[in-house]
């Protein structure tokens, strides 16, 4: 199996002359090659506008990016007018800064006030609200337990507007928790051709937690080991609906994928037993 490739078919334009030689700050590398290996904001770009209007009949100009890393999605956002609005929460400062530094710093000046970031614990709610806050990249499965997963949903339900949407990323699947390691060619700017290496770490079906890593091979040889891992609690589609209605949603839905390059969604209420599946659940205030 290999590691839903949530970017197939939404990456962008690759670059016309990769250069061999990295020119890139070495405590900036790995942001770059976990953006151009992993990340791509195609999807939330067109999905959270489309699926808050069709759950709520409202539009979206207000967005909170949870967990937000080097803050892609937050930045693209503002790009859509200028009344859109976003807010990164990332615990992590050195990434935030990176973010703020490179990607915030990359917009216009105006959309550069339109998009901030907080070193902040997405367990805690905002004073501002929001229209849609969305957690991706299975983000949330950093939580282990029912009582925090639960914390969390009611935070950001107290975050929200009035008709807001809260939009979960997951995966699963019996792909998702076998002992492997998958890899792919990927073509980074100012870096040039990295080998993209996803690792998925023996699987506890008592604690249901795995460890997964992504380590790269840059174009010299050299590797970056472990660039970034994760100890994730592998959570059912079924069970985040019910923790989403306890904590005070008044509704649920799941968002599945129709083809394999995982790039249409629809709503659905059942879904195919596939060896590896990505679904979004949102809750709705
Ligand atoms: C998998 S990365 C997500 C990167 C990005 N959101 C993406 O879609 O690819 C997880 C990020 O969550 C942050 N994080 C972990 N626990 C957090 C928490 N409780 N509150 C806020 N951020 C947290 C980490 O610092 C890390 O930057």
Known sequence: MS??????????????KPSRSPS?????????????AV?????QMRYLPLFHRRFTG????????????TGRIACDWVKKSPHHRALGLDLDAVTLEYADRVNRAALPSAEREQVSFALQNVLFPTREKFDVIGAHNFSFFVFHERRDLLAYAKAALRSLKKDGTFFLEMAG??????????????????????????????????TKVSDYSIHFR?????WLNDAFTYHWRLWEIREVREILLEA??????????????????????????????????????
């Not at 890139?24 to 590398?29: A, R, V």
């Not at 409202?58 to 949870?66: C, G, I, L, W, Y």
């Open 24 to 36: 890139i700050p070495e405590t900036d590398l790995k942001f770059k090659l976990y953006e151009a």
């Open 173 to 206: 699947g019996q792909g998702f928790v076998e002992t492997e390691s998958n890899s792919q060619t990927v073509v980074v700017p100012e870096v040039g051709k990295v080998k993209y290496v996803w690792e998925q770490h023996p699987y506890d079906p008592v």
């Open 248 to 285: 005070g949603f008044r509704d649920t839905r799941v968002l599945w994928p129709t083809d394999e390059t995982m790039s249409e969604y629809v709503e659905v209420e059942h879904g195919d037993d596939a060896d590896v599946w990505l679904a979004y659940v949102v809750g709705i205030r």
């Open 58 to 69: 409202k539009p979206a100009t207000s967005m909170r990016e949870d967990f937000c890393g």
């Open 39 to 43: 990340q791509s904001s195609a999807w």
């Open 218 to 222: 840059l174009p010299n040889g050299r």
């Open 3 to 16: 590691r839903p490739r949530k970017n197939a078919g939404r990456r962008g334009a690759r670059p016309k």
